[in-house]
């Protein structure tokens, strides 16, 4: 599961940026259930991903970032 605003809607696809190697990684994912906060990702990530959680950032492919990785909590 991850926060619902990480989800961008790119080329007519659900996406999220991932941080591969210190590069933004545009990733397709197909999403599953959700609520208020969070959507569960089905595929297109593996466990552990590291993903940019503010989507208004707009950051292109292959971008230089660092990262912060801290752990979304999750569910109950």
């Keep these: 599961m991850t926060g619902i ?3 961008l ?3 007519r696809q659900k996406q999220v940026m ?7 990684k545009y990733r397709t994912v197909k999403t599953g259930s959700r ?3 969070y959507v ?3 595929s297109g990530l593996t466990p552990g991903s590291v993903i940019v959680k503010d ?3 707009n950051l292109r492919d292959n971008a ?8 979304t909590p999750r569910r109950p």
Excluded: M, N, P
């Design 5 to 7: 605003a990480f989800i």
């Design 9 to 11: 809607s790119r080329q």
């Design 18 to 24: 991932e941080v591969v190697k210190g590069r933004v």
């Design 35 to 37: 609520d208020r906060e």
């Design 40 to 42: 569960e990702i089905l």
């Design 55 to 57: 989507g208004s950032l």
């Design 64 to 71: 230089r970032v660092t990262s912060s990785t801290t752990k």
